[in-house]
């Protein structure tokens, strides 16, 4: 049904209207983006170019890549009214005032094909009363789609039907916006704000609350409403800031102005009414709850006293059992620390358990007594939570971690309110919202309320989920850092789940038990029941690159032996996935970097997920690709050059600029901000196709891997006639990185790492298109690698790294 979906058209050209146009370019699909006719003598579709132009500056940005914006037409509601005529699908994203959205939605009627499909993009006005009184067609082909913004990053979309709504075109919007927008899709119903902003602004305002009740700081609030929960680090008020107070506001309006429920008493505190006075609302006016003082490096992030309406120094916030807790891995473990139910006890004037069983306690029981009213799921409430507010767990998910009989129980000896549909849960004899299922696709069943027992939670057709999988006993070996688990008809996944999955010696020794050592068939023992490989796991980042504490140590007793192994070893790893005979599909995503890109490179076969910050960033810590990501980017360099210029040597003007950009790659560090971005950088080739949707990354790199073993796939043969660029390339890159020098853009350490990198791009100091092999050019990497990690600066950027998480330019 989404292929039905060819041209798409979005009426207002503000900052949602503007950022849904340009995610659509990013899908590839042509899209008309119309707006007011601007006043005066202006040019006519100013309003519209002046959305556009602010979607190809905004940050984040909002396009892949900024050539995408000309696939967006602009346009106004006077002129271009008629060509509404051709396309599939009509959002209407203008300002949120019930009388203005009809009155362009009946030129909207008169113009549109029929059958063609008009949606919303309110944020909470009822979605049956804006078409009330249209056609029929109108009507059975209009419903809700609430996007999150940004829309290229928040990936929940609310698709709101009415009793009216044609369930075709429902299933092609649905459809459209998974595989081709990359949304996480939940049915909400027609009610005020939905389902995530009417949990997450409850949530919000309470929070503030008990804040103010117990004379708390802004940052203890932010402690304690952040990872602590599994909640983003941006927590309660710096959300706030990133979304805009007067985008808070609105919302909370909208709810007092159209709910009643149980906590209608929840206002929006004084001082929050004199800041949006002020304009103080956030990022996007210089301030809000926090505030930047001073410039560049320098610049002092300031917090807001709320009882002063002044900004002072930001405060570190400072409860004894959050220190405990931050070296808890688990949410559920570290959440029931926090609160005392996990043997320990409650804690005599501990503030961080009291806030805790204020705001998730209260929480709690608004989620559950929403049931039924926003979603008759409690899966679809939780899945909304953690798509368009990125909780780490919904809040009946956070409920079943903390435990649910224990928690009830509590709350009722503190006196506060419980929800019925809770005590309805345990009637039923049931002890959590969820329950185990090895035999349903998600793994799990969730409670419905309906039948008082538990349902399986469907999951989207074509989605793969590793955990339930594992739940199901589909691990054929596991150690540390990786295991390998059958995907099902001929396929294994090859799973990392170290910590941010750092490349070790567990994950090496996997890959290369389950691959096997290139030229001895035999050594595949692991792999042998298979026909294709996939390298991809759940996690939140593909890969942050190799374990370097681990390197640091040996580095620091000496152990030159253990870090050449650990080099061969890691090097044999990626000649195992190049030159498998079985297909090998790697599908990155996220942060994938230093030796997660290696492993990515050394793929015959990629399939991302659009969002890939990938990059080749050791020179950071004062190293280089010692995985054999210099030896591909040298390979992509020559190869490039060769296809422009056949026969062509290292002197060509294309072998020039192909081995700078890779240089530059390297040397810069650069990093991609989507996976267009890494096929322009080299990191992918132009047959790697890409996943629109994260949950579907798995199945499609599964699907690729099938198709090539299928086909016959034939590996490659390790190349032994590769032409060096030689002396001459390497005293052109040489000669740029003294001028960096001589510029002071660069220190005297970078100069060596620099050169060094461009020593073993240019296969060393020979003739320039004198044949070398793969394993030469693995061998300078190998050596330089070792000689980088004997300097002394270097040493000082590891460690500066590992406590900080930051590079140091020394």
Known sequence: MGKNIQQVAVLGAGTMGSRIAAHLANAGVPCLLLDMVAAGNEPRNRIAEMGLQGALKSKPAAFFEPGLARLVTTGNFEDDMSRLASVDWIIEAVVEDLEIKRALLRKVEAARRPGAIVTTNTSGLPVSKIAEGFSDDFRRHWFGTHFFNPPRYMRLLEIIPTLQTDAAALQAISHFCDVRLGKGIVFAKDTPNFIANRIGTFSALNVMRIMQEMDLSIEQVDALTGPAVGWPKSATFRTADLVGLDVLAHVVGNLKQNVRD?????????????????RWLGDKTGGGFYKKSGKGEQAERMGLDWHTLEYRPRQKASFPALEMARNVEDTGQRLRM?????????????KAAEFLWSALGDLWTYSANRIGEISDSIADIDRAMRLGFNWELGPFELWDAAGVETTLAQLKKQGRPVAANAEHLLAAGKKSWYGEDREAP????????????????????GVILLPALKKACHVVKKNAGASLVDVGDGVACIEFHSKMNALGGDIVQLITQTLGVPGRPDSAALGANFDAFVITNDAQNFSVGANVMLLLMAIQDDDWEEIDMAIRGFQGMTQAIKFSPKPVVVAPFGMTLGGGCEVSLHAPVRQPHAELYMGLVEVGVG???????????TLRAIDSAEAVRPGGRGESVEMVEAMKRAFETIAMAKVSMSAEEARGLGFLSQGDQVTMNRERVLADAKQRALDLARAGYKPP?????????????LATLKLGVHLMRQGEYISDH?????????????????????????????????????????????????????????????
């Open 338 to 350: 926090l609160l005392g139910v996990d043997g320990s006890g409650p804690r005599k004037g501990d």
């Open 750 to 810: 970078e100069v060596k790492i620099g050169n060094k990198v461009a020593e073993v791009l240019c296969g060393g100091s020979i003739s320039p298109g004198t044949p070398v092999s793969e394993q030469y050019l693995l061998d300078l990497e190998r050596e330089a690698f070792k000689s980088l990690c004997g300097e002394r600066k270097t040493q000082e950027r590891i460690q500066y790294t590992l406590k900080t998480g930051k590079a140091l330019r020394n």
């Open 442 to 461: 998600s793994g799990h069943d969730y409670f419905d309320l309906v039948a008082s027992n538990y349902q399986p939670e469907p999951v989207p057709h």
């Open 623 to 633: 190293l280089l690709p010692g995985g054999g990501g210099c030896k591909e980017m």
């Open 717 to 729: 043969v390790p190349r032994t006639d590769i032409p060096a660029p030689g002396e001459s390339m």
């Open 262 to 278: 149980e906590r209608s008493d929840l206002q929006v505190p004084e001082f929050v009414r004199q800041m949006l006075e002020r």
